[in-house]
């Protein structure tokens, strides 16, 4: 299993700012994956990050609203640029690191005011 | 396209009830996999099982047993003798797409809320 921490684990943002989110693994892992759930839905994928490559983005989702970084194999951030209402979500990062099974961390609960 | 259909929104049923949580899906692979989350008031994701498309086996693990029927392309999910703690969000979810080095990217059905009345 992996053991997945994110910061924050919540945050109040005002519209306009941004906000940059932790995601740190206690192992070494290749892909990692950011997701959104907004409120009473299910989750959906933002993008894929693979160290030392340009994050892989789903349809609806660029690279200018949502930034990311993958510095190291333990690592990543997921920055929500220039934010509204329509992005308060909990944002999950997971790791799948090798066996199949997919975790997921914690979660980060943002509201935008 | 990969697609999961939860059909139950939401299931209410009286503790120690036996409950069970559809989840039908559709994907063009002939490999695959299958997966159940429980997703707990607090908002945490927990992984429950995963099961590959070559795996037909049914699978029981205390309460909690899985039916996975490729000819209707059904994982089904039973509780049995539900109790209070089993009160969450249950995502089906479906795995097809090859992110590179191994992982594979998860397709979400929308969730079925159990809640479980003592």
């Known amino acids: 299993s992996a053991v997945i921490s994110q910061k924050p684990s919540r945050d109040i943002c005002q519209r306009g700012t941004s906000l940059t989110i932790q995601c740190q693994v206690d192992?070494?892992?290749?892909?990692m994956f950011w997701y959104r759930q907004q409120p009473g839905q299910s989750l959906t994928l933002i993008a894929t990050a693979n160290q030392g490559s340009e994050a892989t983005y789903e349809s609806g989702f660029v690279i200018d609203k949502f930034p990311i970084s993958r510095p190291n194999l333990t690592f990543s951030t997921l920055t929500v640029s220039n934010m509204s209402p329509e992005d308060s979500s909990i944002y999950l990062c997971?790791?799948?690191?090798?066996?199949?099974?997919?975790?997921f961390g914690p979660g980060t609960r943002l509201t935008v005011l | 396209a990969q697609k999961v259909t939860q059909a139950q929104t939401e299931i209410s049923v009286v503790e120690k009830e036996d409950v069970t949580l559809d989840c039908v899906y559709e994907?063009?692979?002939?490999?695959?996999?299958l997966f159940w989350y429980k997703q707990p008031p607090s908002g945490e994701l927990v992984f429950l099982i995963r099961?590959?498309?070559?795996?037909?086996q049914n699978e029981i693990s205390g309460r909690y047993s899985w039916n996975f029927q490729k000819s209707t392309s059904s994982f089904n999910f039973t509780i049995t003798a539900s109790q209070v703690v089993d009160s969450a969000v249950y995502f089906c979810a479906l795995s097809d797409v090859y992110s590179g080095a191994g992982s594979y990217q998860l397709t979400f059905g929308k969730g079925t809320k159990l809640s479980v009345i003592p």
């Open positions: 994907t063009r692979d002939t490999t695959y996999y």
């Open positions: 192992s070494q892992v290749t892909m």
């Open positions: 997971s790791v799948e690191p090798g066996k199949g099974e997919q975790f």
């Open positions: 099961r590959n498309s070559f795996d037909e």
